[in-house]
Structure formats: C-alpha cells, structure tokens
C-alpha cells in the first residue's frame, strides 16, 4: 500500500489572520477620512501630494532593495503607510519636490539603511518631516477653500502660517475651537480634521492594532504641561487650542505609535508618550515645530526604556531566592 | 477576552462510540516511558489482557491475535469476540483503602496522567503527602478540542466520583475545580452536584488558553508563582484533569483498565466533526472514516489540540493514552506570507508567562544563551499563543523551545 506522508511542523499548527500587509492595510483606512477631508477642504492639489509622497516611498524601496538585492518588501505596504502619513504632514501649498525628496530620505536613510521594516531606530516619516522643516518652503500654509492649483507651484503670496503661531506668541488665534476639532482651519493635509482622527486612532484601538497608552500619556502630558506652564491667561482655552493644533493629535495616534520605533511593554510605553508630550511643550515654547522632532528623540529612547521596564518573568525571582537559601537535593 | 477564534462545532455532540477497527497498533511509548511487551507475536489475547508492563502498563484493547511486536507498537488483529480478561477483584471499599493500594490501583489500570505527562500512579506518590491544594483542571482553551468538556457534561458523577478518589489518594480533604467560562452548562450542571458540597469549591476562569497549563492554572486560581523545574507536588500543588478522574472512578467500580481514549475528530477535511470513544491503537485514517471521510486533501493530521498537539507524519499512527484530539487541518490553514519580525510586541501582550517572545528568540539566533537566560527563556510554557498572534508569521514558540533548550544544555550539559 503507497504511504502518503503529511507535513510536519512544530505547533501551533493555526495562525491568526493578521498579517503585516493587513495590519499596515488598516492603518490606510484609518487614515483614509482624514484625507478625504483634507482634499475636500483644500483641494485636488492635496491628492498630488499625496501621489507624490507614496510613489516616492514606494519606488525608491524598490530601487533600494533592486540594487542590494534583498527580498522585495513593497508588497507589505509599510512603504505606502510611510509616504501617507508623511504626506499628511504637509501643508496642502508645498511645492512638490519636498514630498518627493522627503519620501526618498525616510525610505533610504531613516528605514532601509538601518535595516528595513521592524529595524529602524527612527520613525520614517517623523525624520523626514523634521528635515522637511529646514526649507523655508514647507511652511506654505493656504487657508481653507483656496483655489490651489493642481500640480504648479503656488505662488507664496496670500498663504497664512498656522493656527500655531499665533499660540507661540501667547495670543488665540481667529479660529473657533469647533472649528479647530472638526478641521475647518488652516493645517497639514491629514492632520487638520481631529474628529476623524480620532475616529481613526479609535477603529485602530478596537480592531488591536495600536494600544492607547502611548496617545493618551502623549496627549495628557502635553496638555498638563500647556496647563501648569501657560503663555496666556485664559489657561483651559490656550491649552485646547495647543493640543488642537499642529500635528499633536496626529503624531500620537498615527506616528508614536509606529510599531518599530515604539517601546514594547505597557509601562514603557507610558513613559514614552509621557516624554514625548513633555519634549513638545518645550519645543512649541522655544518657538520649532515640536511634535515630530519630540517623536524623534524619544524613538533613541524605545529601547533603553523597554530594558529598564522589563516585565519579571513568570517564576524566576522565585528561583534566584531559593539558590541562595539552600541547594534542592 | 482572548484573542484565540473559537472554532468547535462539535461541543454539542456527545461522545459516540464507533465500530471498532479490525487492526489496532497499540502504542508501548508514550513520553519517554516505556513498557515491555510481554506476550509474543501470534498469541491470543482477551479483552483488558496485560500485553506489556514497565513504567506503565498497556492492556489490550480488543480481543484477538498479536500479530506483530516492536519496541513501540504491538499490532493486534481484532477478531470481535470480545471476551474479557478476568478482572482483578476488590474486597475493601475506598475509604479502607490507603494511598498505596490507590497508587497500585492505578498502576494496575494503565492510566495515565495527561496533566502530568507522567503514569498517574508516579503523580499521586508525587503528590501524597505533600500536597496541600488539590485542583481538577476542567479547563479546555483550544480550538476545536471539546473531548474534556464533554466528558465532565455525559459523565460528571464519574468525574466527581474520580476526583474523590485522588483527593483521598493525596491526602486532601478539599479541591478546587477550575472550570471555563464558556462553559456555562458544566459549571451549572457542577453547582448543581457539588454546589453545597464541603469537599469541592468551584472556581471559573475566564482567562481562556492557555488556562489549562498547570502552572499557569495554580497562578490563576491562587495567585502563586510556581518555580522554573520544580515539580509542582514539591509546591504543594496537585493538578489532575478530566481524563485521569473518569479513569481512576471506572477503574475503581468497574474494575475495568484504561484501554480507551476520548477524542473529538475535528477540522475541515471531514464531513463530520464528533467525539468519539476509539481504543487506543485506532488509526487516525480509520477515524477519519468514521466520521465521513475526507472532504479535502489533509494537509497536516494533529494528534492533540491545534494549538499543542503533534503533527503526524502518516495518517495510520495510532491515538495513545493521552491523545484528546484528532484534527485533520487542510491547507487552508497555512498561513503563506512571512515578514520579518515588525516588533508589534503582540507576542509580549500575550504571553502567558510575561516573557518577551521576540527578544528572545532574537537573542538566541545570535547565539546570545546568556541573555536567552536574563530575559527568562526557561519560564517558556510552550503553548504556541506567540507563533499564533505573530503577524509576520515568524515561528516564535519553535525559537523559544531552541532558546529554553540552549539554557538547559548551558546549565548541565548532558553528553551523547
């Protein structure tokens, strides 16, 4: 009789569904309404960034593993979250060159250079935002329903700065605050609308994807800090518009809590977010956009702080105690 | 609330029993214990007859001719008469009875302790005496696995009857059951028979897999951490499952030995999902015959629950003493993209042990044992939750056994 042998493995022998391009999937849809927002508030010319900042994210991780011959990685779809989130950052009139040379800086030297996905020390998309900064152009901010054109350059008279500065001077801007929480304001092109970013960081909470220590400890320390050290006299007013503006909402949902960059354990993780709202104060006050430079020094943090916080294993303390006691026979 | 899908179809199905195979391979191993034929090819044997004795005894299931002996099967031809050995008889009632006469009672019957991975005859003398708390583990977290749920709701009063038995086997007066919380018709049917009874206090726990690990199960129900290689016993613990109470009751009142195994017969490539009754030596192909046949090509056949139990390498290895499950996965159940590992720390957020799965494993394919020891390898319980959550279909569990293994080894080395 023909014996027909079967496959063997070690258990366990089922999976979970999830997997790498599912989970980076559901960070797409999360992000999704706050793009259609953004592109129904300042225009189609939001939708070239974006186009320009994922195929740049996208293309040269190909490129990059093409030429050192490593596995292709562009299937998992952490190149395309990248350029979204890093696209979201941006205000809707910067010129274009600076998303596509931004998405080549995360890509190549933040992500791939230290290894490729799950190995990079700092978030990609904070990094590159960060050095997007040092162009003056980047901060090319349009009011709402402004006609932008699609693809040329736009031309830098009549652009505003953000609802931010105005803060940074102590003063409160012109804006309502229910125009600030639904996203009517001047703001990055995914990061304007904070209702439906949290509705995004919400879908990601439920279906497991993030945890909400690292959002809730970035935004509760940063709004004690607005709160104890306030620039204006109307504290609770200054504080909400502080945590309403910039990319403070968006960072501590979508980008500290990027798996790689992020501490591990739950105690960890609160000192993270901690940290990372307290380093924001302290930028926003010295007059830099704090957020994403914040994110970037705590993401050196991520491991110290998980090695300082590692959880007892089961067991083992009990073992080391009984050693120095007396010997089992 | 667990993380693990659910996937039984068969906890409404009581057991049945199926025709009974004409070839049984009865298995003389089982977790490095052996037992040493002692009959000879061609003899006859009866029904409960002893066919080999060593550090357990294997009876025969069936009456009929030993076709063929080897070190690890004795191939036995079935010729359906079933005549029956003469069983041993019994003067004293159970309270006559001591801890020995009990343990030799065991020995005698061929059980087996599934909780142990030991003869439940070397478990009771590990734990009489000694042990202070005694808990019958009714907790059952795998998929597909209802074969311990469904005995304790056909047969609870042999159940509780059993329990009774080992209580007095170890010397202790009072004992925990900890029973599942999805299973809401056993912890009725069990406040029921025993709700105001002085010897059992039931306890629920809503902690899912892998509640049923011993020392995960002492952790949940009391609160103590049990130590790494140290036998539970010597920590006053003594931990018994469904299977080995219902054996030790039949054991005892019918005087019958341990020659049957209680599976469920589950996954997508039968027809029919049951719990069935089968002597051990059945093969997992004739199992699968009897309920329904394949519907799909099997891709892998798992002897014990998805989650821990064995993949066979051929479909006409036998069900053993301590098999609770057999399931025939298809592919459908492969999980075919990998990634490399994208720290989402699913695996720390699970695991039951509080151990850092990833760094772990990361740790050890460096060659760092060291640090595999600083970061706890050795409380790895293996229950495969790290492997299942992982996204990046990274084979974490199979890691932290080579990592648990390389610690030992570092330790005391043991020469080949």
Known sequence: MERKLLNVSHFPHIRHQDTTRSIMGDVIIALVPSLIWGAYIFGVRVLSVVAVSVLSCVISEAVFCLVLRKNQTVGDLSAVVTGIILACTFPAAVPLWIPAVSGVFAIVFVKQLFGGIGKNILNPAAAARVLACLFPQTERYSLPFEKLPVLAEVSPEGLVSEAIYDLKDGIIPPISLFDMFIGNSVGGIGTVSCLLLVAGGLYLVVRKIISVRIPLAFLLSAAAMFYLFPKNIMTEEYMIYHLLSGGLVFCSIFMATDFSTSPMTGTSRIIFGAGCGVITVFLRYMGFEGVYTALIIMNLSAGLLDRITLPRPFGKVLSRNKKTKQPEE | ?416
């Open chain 2, 1 to 416: 609330m667990s993380i693990i899908e659910q996937n039984n179809r068969t906890r409404s199905h009581s057991f049945e029993k199926i025709p009974l195979p004409s070839v049984l391979s009865v298995p003389l191993t089982l977790d490095g214990y052996t037992a040493t034929p002692v009959v000879k090819a061609g003899d006859k044997v009866k029904k409960y007859e002893k066919i080999a004795v060593g550090d357990y005894i294997v009876h025969s299931p069936v009456s009929g001719t030993v076709q063929a002996l080897s070190d690890e099967y004795a191939v036995i031809k079935n010729d359906f008469r079933e005549t029956t050995a003469e069983l041993i008889p019994e003067t004293k009632t159970i309270q006559e009875l001591s801890s020995e006469e009990l343990c030799q009672r065991a020995y005698q019957s061929g059980i087996w302790c599934k909780t142990r991975k030991a003869p439940l005859d070397k478990a009771i003398s590990e734990c009489a005496g000694k042990v202070s708390r005694v808990i019958i583990n009714l907790c059952e977290g795998q998929p597909f696995v209802s074969s311990a749920y469904r005995l304790c709701l056909d047969n609870i009063d042999a159940v509780l009857g059993g329990a009774k038995i080992l209580m007095k086997a170890c010397g202790v007066r009072r004992a925990v059951i900890a029973v599942d919380l999805k299973n809401f018709r056993l912890i009725k049917l069990l406040r029921e028979k025993c709700g105001k009874s002085p010897l059992f206090s039931i306890k629920v726990i809503t902690r899912g897999y892998p509640s049923e690990n011993p020392r995960r199960l002492v952790y949940i129900v009391d609160g103590v951490e049990s130590e790494n290689g140290k036998n539970l016993a010597l920590q006053g613990y003594g931990v018994f499952g469904a299977r080995e109470c219902y054996d030790f009751y039949t054991a005892q009142v019918n005087r019958t030995p341990s020659v049957n195994c209680f599976v469920t017969a589950e996954g997508d490539c039968i027809s029919t999902p049951k719990n069935i009754i089968v002597p051990i030596g059945t093969s997992a192909s004739y199992i699968a015959e009897c309920c329904g046949g394949y519907i799909k090509e099997p891709h892998k056949i798992i002897s014990g629950g998805a989650f821990d139990g064995e993949a066979l390498w051929d479909s006409d290895q036998p069900v053993n003493k301590d098999s609770t499950a057999v399931v025939f996965l298809s592919d459908a159940y492969v999980k075919k993209t990998g990634t490399a590992c994208i720290k989402c720390s699913r695996c720390v957020k699970y695991c039951p042990m509080f151990l850092m799965p990833l760094k772990i494993a990361e740790a050890h394919s460096k060659g760092k044992t060291e640090k595999c020891k600083e970061l706890g390898a050795e409380s790895c319980i293996q229950c495969g939750i790290c492997s299942y959550v992982c996204p990046a279909n990274i084979t974490v569990t199979q890691k932290m056994a080579q990592a648990k293994d390389a610690v030992k080894n570092k330790e005391n080395p043991t020469v080949f």
